[in-house]
């Protein structure tokens, strides 16, 4: 069953939301060279905490900390540590969310350490960035859900990839409905797969994370010992970006994005729905 929200229940969303664009930015600031992931952690707690807010990561599971932190080659789900230095030229991968009032947010951001990087990481993290808006732009009424996983995979198909070959969408992980709980139905796809049909329609009062995966290599995952980090099979480094967002009667509403997606979707000639905390 998918879970339709009330404007008033997608306002307490919102305002989850902007708790987790705080810790974005402040974990942002914080992904310096010589910053251990578990210094990253700490950060999103005190913005948690500033915001009277609920950590929805820590204890999901059994997951031992607030945010994940996921570095190089590890696409999602890793573990802070105090054995995890940053160096000059890592790419890492934040993922955290919260909760005001039992209402959820989710998100994930990709970001440069230091500098020195590749081109092709930097395009790699633009193509996921970007094909996480393609997938915005899709949810509108009268779409299914197949139609937002059609818009991520074209995007992704469609850029040219740095010294040839395909970018590896990843192929185990996607997005999810959201509200109530972190994770919901119904799970999304970052891909077309057309046994599973075209999916529910999309009507006021859906919210989703949208997260595509995307990788420099192969599609394929595995988990390690830890049970949670999971890595890409052959080694090559990855992306991952996702918002929150809540179709609304004037249009999608970005409930992680500090100004609601407003200026992304105005470049892409779609008008963002009025943000109900003003």
């Known amino acids: 069953m998918v879970q339709i929200k009330s404007p008033e229940q997608i306002a307490k969303m919102r305002e989850a939301g902007l708790v987790v664009a705080a810790i974005h930015a402040a974990t942002r600031e914080a992904a310096v060279p010589g910053a251990t992931t578990r210094d990253l952690d700490q950060v999103a707690r ?25 570095v190089n080659e590890v696409v999602v789900h ?3 540590s105090d054995d995890v230095v940053l160096k000059d030229g890592d790419v890492i991968s934040i993922d955290c969310g919260a909760i005001i009032d039992g209402w959820h947010g989710d998100a994930a951001f990709t970001a440069f350490v230091g500098s020195g990087h590749a081109p092709e990481l930097i395009e790699l993290s633009r193509v996921t960035e970007e094909s996480m808006w393609a997938g915005i732009a899709a949810m509108k009424q009268g779409n299914r859900l197949a139609d937002i996983s059609r818009a991520i995979e074209t995007y992704i198909r469609r850029q040219p990839k740095p010294g040839g070959g395909k970018y590896g969408i990843i192929e185990d992980y ?17 891909y077309v797969d057309r046994r599973r049909g075209k999916g529910p ?3 006021p009062g859906f919210c989703l ?3 595509p995966m995307v990788s ?15 890595v890409t099979t052959d ?3 990855s992306s991952h970006w996702e918002h929150s967002v809540a179709l609304t009667e004037q249009g999608p509403l970005v409930l992680t994005a500090p100004d609601g997606g407003e200026a992304k979707l105005a470049e892409m000639g779609i008008q963002a729905a009025p943000d109900p905390l003003g």
């Open 78 to 80: 890793g573990i802070p």
């Open 46 to 70: 005190k913005v948690l905490a500033e915001h009277d807010a609920k950590p929805n990561f820590l204890g999901y599971g059994g997951f031992p900390a607030t945010i994940c932190t996921s």
């Open 209 to 211: 994370a949208i997260e």
């Open 201 to 203: 329609k999309l009507v």
């Open 235 to 237: 080694g090559t480094w």
């Open 216 to 230: 420099l290599g192969t599609p394929r995952t595995e988990v390690l010992e830890d049970d949670w980090t999971v």
């Open 174 to 190: 996607g997005g999810h409905g959201i509200g109530t709980e972190m994770h919901m139905d119904p799970h999304l796809l970052n």
